[in-house]
């Protein structure tokens, strides 16, 4: 495990974002123009493009989402930075943080002085069923998609030998729903920028309008456990324990530590990345926690010198909500079996004392794969300068961590990011 620390800091000097949603008019280009536009907005000092050197950019499959491959050079093309070098990076829905680990890397060593890092992926062009195939191919092919799984399926094993472990009940994920459709309704960028009380109103005013009988839900519990407005996808997993299918893009500008302050008064300094891989699921002996995720926690907890008790606000990989119980567990927020009680109890609320996902996670804000790790380091960059808005946290965020899974946890990657006044 690698004990340094970075061979020379590296900061963020500006990050943006597209709207997350389903944009039939819009393709990546687009939307990573859009992206990179809110981007060099946010460099309050300025910022010339000439000076960005290469450009990593996360992206899981636009071959078959698009049919589009060699995607980088287009998106350099179209933000007007050819001819520096330009790569697309592929680790499944880990692809964003990938691409922000190689920028890392290139800062770091010096081989660069700044560095655009940015996720693209548009995923709606495909009806429903091709897109759980285009994303099936991220999983074990030979073992598990030949076998029947699918992505809901996989997280649907992880959240039953879950429940068979720890009495957990589906109950408990609704929580993590909630939480961050509440968060995600205050997040102008989300796709379902929503709460589920909203959308349950929503509903029994459409049926109205429809003359059609009311529904008859007092609770949002009431509407959560009714088959008809929130249908079993893969037991016990139901369509709002999923997070969507999405477009969308984000952009992080990063230059050296020590360059950081001519651009901006409040960079934000990256001063851990840990990265691990492990076999497919059905290789795994114990399906409720993923071991890749534990050891890149580790590594990028060691590289800053900070625990898991230090860390303010975390960003993490809630594509499915057993994935978010799960997830706060593998980075040492709580206890093994105790992170379901979190969103009950409101520990991982907005308020509560380790908020988790603000921006709405994957769940509320979108998961355009290629994009989503990207974004949770544009969401903690927003937090920690105090520049997040209607759902900014309380108090000061000096400390920050982002947490990102490709498939089922083949590929983790951790970041931690530290405000210094
Ligand atoms: N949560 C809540 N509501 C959702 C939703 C979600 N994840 N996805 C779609 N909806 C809503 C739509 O807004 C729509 O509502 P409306 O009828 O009020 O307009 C309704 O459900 C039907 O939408 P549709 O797009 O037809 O849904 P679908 O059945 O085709 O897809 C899923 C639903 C859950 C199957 C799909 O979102 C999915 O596959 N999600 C998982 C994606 C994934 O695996 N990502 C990678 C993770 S590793």
New binding site residues.
Partial sequence: MPTTSLPRGVAIIGAGMSKFGAFPEKNSRDLFVEAYKDLLASVEKGFDPRQIESFYLGNFSSDLFEHQAHMAPLLADAVGLTPIPAARVENA?ASGATALRQGVMAIASGMADAVLVGGAEKMTNLP?AD??DT?AA?ADMAFEISAGF???GF?AAIATAYMAKYGMKPEHLMNVALKNHENGALNPNAQ?GVTIQKWMEG?VAAALKKGKPAPTWQTVMDFLHDDSANPM?AWPLR??D????TDGASALLLVPADRAKDYTDTPIYITGSGQASDSALHDRADLTALPAAQRAAAQAYQMAGVTARDIRIAEVHD??TIAEVVATEDLGFFAPGEGYRAAEDGVTARDGAKPINTSGG??SKG?P?GASGVAQAVEVFKQMRGQAGARQVSGDVPLALTHN?G?TGSTCLVHIYERKD
């Fill in positions: 829905c429903t897109v759980t994303l991220a699918t992505f809901p997280y379902f509903r996808v369509l709002f999923c997070s969507p299918i594509c499915f994957l769940k998961h794969v899974v498939a």
